[in-house]
């Protein structure tokens, strides 16, 4: 597993490649950020488009901030979600 300024130099080089906020998910959950973990891996598109209008670092500072409440949305959307059989 890269190490997480690896993670975070790849999403700012192509944040439009969805495999690299997974890894970032991944990171965070393996470091026992489990909230911030289930937000980037479910909301990472509107993160994405977040970019635009702020830094990479500000705005997983939000996530951060607001991690408990995302979480639990992040999760209640991956419990709605079907899967594939």
Do not use: C, Y
């Not at 969805?18 to 998910?25: C, H, K, S």
């Not at 994405?48 to 639990?72: I, M, Y």
């Amino acid at each position: 597993m890269p190490d997480l300024p690896a993670v975070l130099d790849a999403i700012r080089a192509k944040p439009d490649d969805g495999p690299r906020w997974p890894a970032l998910a991944s990171w965070l959950w393996d470091n026992g950020r489990d909230d911030e973990a289930a937000a980037v891996r479910v909301f990472w598109p509107v993160l994405r488009d977040n970019l635009a209008r702020a830094s990479l670092e500000s705005t997983l500072a939000d996530v951060a901030r607001h991690a408990k409440l995302l979480g639990q949305q992040a999760r209640e959307a991956e419990a709605r979600t079907p899967t594939d059989p």
